[in-house]
């Protein structure tokens, strides 16, 4: 028994010891735990491992997985950074940290640290998947230096892959390193063949030029375009050859390509240009006359362009017909203008008006004129038609239509004087011959019109010179003399001589008028032309003539055809009749409002005011409105004054009647019955305290002669604080009305006390006192300045004054101890010192300023302060501070890039322009004087690009002055295209023949180009 209880506890001892180690230990556990999912278990098991002090992989690796699963990012790097830091570089685990340590920083865009992590792995693992990703970052963040030695690496380890090459070659061109730049993608091109892609090309064949190694460049071309070039790559290799003064080449390389009669259209103008750049114009034009008329939207500036700078104007206007002139350069659009100006083709230049802007026609008067007018600026179509007027050299086309614009713009004795001054003797062709007509009929010179014409008909017949004349005759002329003309022409178009109607009827030659409308009426029977009939056989005392045309048209005709038709009774002495009709009309009913109140007008156009009372009385007492006015305006005409006051006086009475009728009512009792009876209902009226009365009121008081009483009444609402302030503010103009300037001041005074600077009472006192405040304004604002609670409204206060002319006092005020302590006075005692020109004063302030101001626009404010004083120091102080505030201010980076310019800091105004162009495209100047700077580092290839860009900005603008030509021509110079540069310079000494610092410029210019022949001739030298 004993030994089987012996047994039994042995066995219990084993299966015991067994069971303990079947239970997981802490590392088995936690690796469980994670295994399972249940991270939180897990965690806490790996953390109570690495507090033990378990830093290994097998902890470190698990661990930094569950913080990033628990979106500690923060906390997994600082436990991966601390890993690799402790791990030796030759373990395994020491790489694995650094692959882990880069996702965790690109996942929490620490891309700094990202890169820094990927060149060590680089090391580790020198791949060109870690080359090409370190070249990326880098080159996001700006480090040109590191992408280079990324895309060296990269590019050794993967000579084939092309865009690589190119990236690396741009970069290397871009810093300077021309030779390695050529280098790296002729070895590219080579390897591959020539079959290099089509931007390293590019690149290439521009770092050869620029390098003067042309025939290199020559014959990789040639190579290129053999291979596959497309259309467009061969254009562009062709276009660098000709920008770098190598258009024979160009000529040269094109012309197998040529011998293929199927070849594009563009390669065919590309040849013509390069030819007129060869100077082999004859084969130019031989080759433009040979092209197709019609070609698509894509080659039509082309075209146009090429027509015109070998000087086909003609066949260039032929090639635009119909086409959109958008699609067109802009200096070819100016030639082109010129050549319908010497054509006078007006549909052109009708065309051109309507679709070009200014900025292409400013030289062009007349055209801007058209412009002008199309816009509705009438001033402007004045002034330049004026322009082309005094130009004694323009044609009598031009000239004509400078005179028909100064009348479109509203100056109509202005273009009369003008017309009267032409010389219209000689010979003149027949285009013009009709616009002269219009121009003596719209100007009132129909007479001296019809003279004129009659000379021309006998000295030179033609039909141009007959319809001139004819409707002027109409007009002024012997109306049986056109009666006869007209008779002898039985084939006219029906719109003439519905003109002839019209200008015959309205000179009452009655005769000519009908002979005319009845020739409209046969060929074109509408009921347009039969009314025109009516109405000449009106005029031809014929009314029982007209009344069956128009009764024929009266139940559709409109207003227009019922009043000739009341016209036609009225002369028949049948005007009861009419109004019975009218009548019957109205009392049948059915009528559409418009046709009602049609028929209710005709009675009024017959002056049967009468008949029309009843109906525009019931109409006023039921609408109100416009039938109101019109019921008392025939009251007045039938006499019916009486009548219309009363019932005016009885609606006034109605408690019904809305505000609105109201205040008709009382301006109409008003009108009618005169100040008197009204007002003792507009005074109870505005008694009443509601504003629509007060006007009423006050017009009758004016219209009675009672200013006294006006203007106490006015001061009393003015000094009422009941009275809303817009109210006061209105009072306080109607008292300036009344040239009572002091209550006005004082009732704008009492408006603006309990307000602040930029209120509006304020502002309507400024414009009170004008420009040049009194003392005592002064002394009022001035007080409010010494009263403010804040420094921040005394500012404001001391700003309007020195705006308003008291500059001087705030200076004295606040500069009593140099520049005031407070942030908040530095601006007004700046602006102050400004208005005064006080430069050295300003300058000290703007400097004190800079240290204490916090706000970049108030700091922007001070640099053009110190600029407009020439403080070109504190300017730039006061830049510096906008910087420090704001690094990227464009502003601020512009400026300061050209004051280092200016001083010669080549290096300071290359990293600060760079800056502001960084954030656009920035403008013409700061693109130039970085291309300036870069070309006087000796970089002259990296500043292409800029002078690229500021040559497209130069001609985007739509005006130039000569200094912006000028610089135009400069950049020209930098881009090699020294003959485009020459022209510029030609036009400029024509303008400019005395300046001489232009010719000496433009001699720099060509000795700078080897030009010495050119040089020694502007310089005027043997």
């Given at each position: 028994m004993r030994a089987n209880i012996l047994f039994v506890l042995v066995m219990l001892a084993v299966g015991v010891g067994v069971s303990l180690l079947l239970i997981p230990r802490g590392e088995e556990l936690a690796l469980q735990k994670f295994r399972d999912q249940d991270y939180a278990t897990a965690r806490l098991a790996y953390e109570q491992r690495f507090d033990a002090g378990d830093h290994s992989a097998a902890t470190v690796m698990p661990l930094t997985r569950l913080y990033l699963d628990g979106g500690e990012v923060d906390r997994a790097i600082a436990l991966m950074e601390a890993f690799v830091a402790r791990e030796p570089e030759a373990n395994a685990s020491y790489a694995e940290g650094r692959q882990i340590l880069s996702r965790l920083y690109r996942d929490a865009q620490r891309m700094g640290d990202y890169l820094e992590n990927l060149e060590v792995l680089a090391r580790l693992r020198p791949t060109d998947e870690n080359y090409r990703e370190m070249a990326t970052l880098a080159g996001f963040h700006g480090q040109i230096d590191r992408q280079i030695d990324a895309l060296r690496q990269y590019c050794d380890l993967r000579p084939d892959d092309g865009d690589a090459q190119m990236e690396l070659g741009t970069l290397l061109a871009s810093q300077g390193a021309t030779a390695e730049a050529i280098e790296r993608l002729g070895r590219a091109d080579d390897r591959a063949k020539g079959a290099i892609e089509p931007n390293g090309r590019e690149l290439l064949m521009s770092l050869l030029l620029d390098q003067g190694r042309a025939g290199e460049a020559y014959a990789r071309a040639r190579q290129w375009i053999a291979l596959d070039a497309t259309v467009g790559d061969t254009i562009g290799?062709?276009?660098?050859?000709?920008?770098?003064?190598?258009?024979?080449?160009?000529?040269?390389?094109?012309?197998?390509?040529?011998?293929?009669?199927?070849?594009?259209?563009?390669?065919?103008?590309?040849?013509?240009?390069?030819?007129?750049?060869?100077?082999?114009?004859?084969?130019?034009?031989?080759?433009?006359?040979?092209?197709?008329?019609?070609?698509?939207?894509?080659?039509?500036?082309?075209?146009?362009?090429?027509?015109?700078?070998?000087?086909?104007?003609?066949?260039?206007?032929?090639?635009?017909?119909?086409?959109?002139?958008?699609?067109?350069?802009?200096?070819?659009?100016?030639?082109?203008?010129?050549?319908?100006?010497?054509?006078?083709?007006?549909?052109?230049?009708?065309?051109?008006?309507?679709?070009?802007?200014?900025?292409?026609?400013?030289?062009?008067?007349?055209?801007?004129?058209?412009?002008?007018?199309?816009?509705?600026?009438?001033?402007?179509?004045?002034?330049?038609a004026r322009v082309a007027l005094a130009d004694a050299t323009l044609p009598l086309a031009e000239h004509l239509a400078a005179v028909r614009l100064l009348d479109r713009a509203g100056q109509r004795g202005a273009a009369a004087d003008a017309f009267d001054r032409l010389p219209l003797s000689g010979a003149l062709p027949d285009e013009v011959l009709e616009e002269l007509g219009g121009l003596f009929l719209d100007l009132d010179r129909a007479k001296v019109g019809v003279a004129w014409f009659n000379a021309r008909r006998a000295a030179s017949p033609s039909q141009a010179a007959d319809l001139g004349w004819l409707r002027l005759a109409a007009k002024a002329g012997d109306a049986a003399q056109v009666a006869s003309w007209l008779d002898a022409h039985p084939r006219l178009d029906p719109a003439l001589l519905q003109d002839i109607a019209g200008i015959a009827a309205e000179r009452g030659a009655s005769a000519l008028?009908?002979?005319?409308?009845?020739?409209?009426?046969?060929?074109?029977?509408?009921?347009?032309?039969?009314?025109?009939?009516?109405?000449?056989?009106?005029?031809?005392?014929?009314?029982?003539?007209?009344?069956?045309?128009?009764?024929?048209?009266?139940?559709?005709?409109?207003?227009?055809?019922?009043?000739?038709?009341?016209?036609?009774?009225?002369?028949?002495?049948?005007?009861?009749?009419?109004?019975?009709?009218?009548?019957?009309?109205?009392?049948?009913?059915?009528?559409?409002?418009?046709?009602?109140?049609a028929l209710v007008y005709t009675l009024l156009d017959l002056k049967a005011y009468q008949p029309a009372l009843p109906l525009l009385r019931d109409r006023a007492r039921r609408l109100g409105g416009e039938w109101l006015f019109a019921y008392a305006d025939a009251a007045r005409k039938a006499g019916a004054i009486g009548e219309l006051a009363d019932l005016l006086e009885a609606d006034l009475a109605r408690p019904d009647l809305d505000a609105k009728g109201r205040e008709d009512h009382a301006g109409l009792l008003l009108d009618v019955a005169g100040p008197a009876r009204a007002l003792p209902v507009l005074k109870q009226l505005a008694a009443s305290g509601e504003a629509r009365w007060d006007g009423l009121y006050r017009d009758a008081?004016?219209?009675?002669?009672?200013?006294?009483?006006?203007?106490?009444?006015?001061?009393?609402?003015?000094?009422?604080?009941?009275?809303?302030?817009?109210?006061?503010?209105?009072?306080?103009?109607?008292?300036?009305?009344?040239?009572?300037?002091?209550?006005?001041?004082?009732?704008?005074?009492?408006?603006?006390?309990?307000?602040?600077?930029?209120?509006?009472?304020?502002?309507?006192?400024?414009?009170?006192?004008?420009?040049?405040?009194?003392?005592?304004?002064?002394?009022?604002?001035?007080?409010?300045?010494?009263?403010?609670?804040?420094?921040?409204?005394?500012?404001?206060?001391?700003?309007?004054?020195?705006?308003?002319?008291?500059?001087?006092?705030?200076?004295?005020?606040?500069?009593?101890?140099g520049a005031p302590a407070a942030k908040d006075l530095k601006g007004p005692y700046i602006e102050a010192l400004a208005?005064?020109?006080?430069?050295?004063?300003?300058?000290?302030?703007?400097?004190?300023?800079?240290?204490?101001?916090?706000?970049?626009?108030?700091?922007?404010?001070?640099?053009?302060?110190?600029?407009?004083?020439?403080?070109?120091?504190?300017?730039?102080?006061?830049?510096?501070?906008?910087?420090?505030?704001?690094?990227?201010?464009?502003?601020?980076?512009?400026?300061?890039?050209?004051?280092?310019?200016?001083?010669?800091?080549?290096?300071?105004?290359?990293?600060?322009?760079?800056?502001?162009?960084?954030?656009?495209?920035?403008?013409?100047?700061?693109?130039?004087?970085?291309?300036?700077?870069?070309?006087?580092?000796?970089?002259?290839?990296?500043?292409?690009?800029?002078?690229?860009?500021?040559?497209?900005?130069?001609?985007?603008?739509?005006?130039?002055?000569?200094?912006?030509?000028?610089?135009?021509?400069?950049?020209?110079?930098?881009?090699?295209?020294?003959?485009?540069?020459?022209?510029?310079?030609?036009?400029?000494?024509?303008?400019?023949?005395?300046?001489?610092?232009?010719?000496?410029?433009?001699?720099?210019?060509?000795?700078?180009?080897?030009?010495?022949?050119?040089?020694?001739?502007?310089?005027?030298?043997?």
């Open positions: 290799l062709l276009s660098q050859l000709a920008a770098a003064n190598r258009p024979d080449l160009s000529v040269k390389l094109l012309e197998p390509k040529l011998a293929d009669p199927g070849r594009p259209l563009a390669l065919e103008l590309t040849y013509i240009d390069l030819l007129t750049a060869a100077d082999r114009m004859g084969e130019a034009r031989a080759r433009l006359e040979a092209l197709p008329d019609a070609v698509d939207d894509l080659s039509l500036g082309r075209l146009v362009a090429l027509q015109m700078n070998v000087g086909m104007g003609r066949k260039a206007l032929e090639t635009a017909k119909g086409r959109d002139l958008n699609l067109i350069p802009d200096w070819a659009l100016v030639g082109m203008a010129e050549t319908a100006f010497r054509e006078r083709d007006e549909a052109v230049l009708d065309r051109m008006t309507r679709e070009l802007g200014d900025a292409v026609l400013a030289k062009h008067p007349v055209l801007a004129a058209n412009i002008a007018i199309a816009r509705g600026n009438k001033g402007e179509a004045g002034r330049q008028a009908l002979k005319a409308a009845e020739r409209v009426y046969a060929a074109a029977p509408t009921p347009r032309s039969r009314f025109a009939l009516a109405v000449a056989l009106l005029s031809a005392k014929r009314p029982a003539d007209a009344l069956p045309h128009l009764t024929a048209m009266l139940a559709d005709g409109g207003a227009e055809v019922e009043s000739a038709y009341a016209a036609a009774l009225g002369a028949l002495g049948r005007n009861e009749e009419l109004a019975r009709f009218v009548a019957a009309k109205l009392a049948k009913g059915g009528l559409r409002e418009e046709e009602e109140t008081l004016t219209k009675l002669g009672r200013k006294d009483e006006l203007r106490r009444y006015l001061v009393a609402r003015a000094g009422d604080d009941r009275v809303p302030a817009k109210e006061r503010r209105e009072i306080a103009f109607a008292l300036l009305d009344q040239d009572d300037k002091a209550s006005a001041e004082q009732a704008l005074l009492r408006l603006a006390a309990g307000q602040g600077p930029d209120s509006p009472d304020f502002k309507q006192l400024t414009y009170l006192w004008g420009p040049r405040p009194p003392a005592a304004a002064l002394d009022w604002i001035e007080g409010r300045a010494k009263g403010a609670t804040s420094p921040a409204e005394q500012a404001a206060w001391y700003d309007r004054l020195a705006e308003l002319g008291g500059a001087r006092r705030v200076a004295d005020r606040l500069g009593q101890a208005a005064q020109g006080k430069g050295k004063e300003l300058a000290e302030a703007v400097k004190s300023a800079v240290g204490q101001e916090r706000e970049p626009e108030r700091l922007r404010r001070y640099a053009r302060l110190a600029e407009q004083t020439r403080q070109r120091g504190a300017a730039a102080e006061a830049w510096k501070a906008v910087l420090a505030h704001k690094p990227d201010d464009g502003d601020a980076l512009r400026q300061l890039g050209m004051l280092a310019y200016d001083e010669n800091r080549l290096g300071d105004a290359e990293r600060l322009l760079r800056g502001f162009l960084a954030k656009g495209a920035g403008d013409y100047e700061a693109n130039y004087f970085l291309g300036e700077s870069l070309t006087a580092q000796k970089r002259p290839t990296e500043a292409v690009p800029f002078y690229r860009r500021a040559l497209e900005q130069v001609r985007a603008l739509k005006a130039k002055s000569d200094n912006v030509v000028q610089t135009e021509a400069n950049i020209l110079h930098r881009l090699g295209k020294v003959d485009d540069a020459v022209v510029l310079f030609e036009a400029l000494r024509k303008l400019r023949p005395a300046d001489r610092q232009l010719k000496a410029d433009y001699a720099s210019m060509l000795i700078d180009s080897g030009r010495m022949t050119e040089a020694r001739r502007v310089l005027s030298l043997p």
